[in-house]
């Protein structure tokens, strides 16, 4: 399984910003699809994951900012960003939840600027 995210960059606090993420490979089913971020010297830290099936998960320091969305039969997650602020910047990292086994993209930059 490959995830392809893309959409990251700089933006200044208050802006926004979309993310987008891919999954290819033979993948048969997908549990659930959504988005970790690890900052610089922190921990990775879930930020949004939903399932499908189940309620959508939301990091306490995003919600009502930051909206997931997508379609695990069309093996695509979105992330859409609002109210950046600077502690939101961060390597963000999709991931994929496919027959329990959890698989993870090569991350893409977000910087928000004060």
């Known amino acids: 399984v490959q995830l392809q995210a893309s959409g990251g960059g700089l933006v200044q606090a208050g802006g926004s910003l979309r993310l987008s993420c891919a999954a290819s490979?033979?993948?048969?089913?997908?549990?659930?699809m959504g988005w970790y971020r690890q900052a610089p010297g922190k921990q990775r830290e879930l930020v949004a994951i939903?399932?499908?099936?189940?309620?959508?998960t939301y990091a306490d320091s995003v919600k009502g900012r930051f909206a997931i969305s997508g379609d695990n039969a069309k093996k695509t997650v979105f992330l859409e960003m609002n109210s950046l602020k600077p502690e939101d910047t961060a390597v963000y990292y999709c991931?994929?939840?496919?027959?329990?086994?959890?698989?993870w993209g090569h991350g893409t930059q977000v910087t928000v600027s004060s």
């Open positions: 991931t994929a939840v496919v027959v329990g086994n959890i698989f």
């Open positions: 490979g033979s993948i048969t089913s997908i549990n659930a």
């Open positions: 939903f399932s499908g099936r189940g309620p959508t």
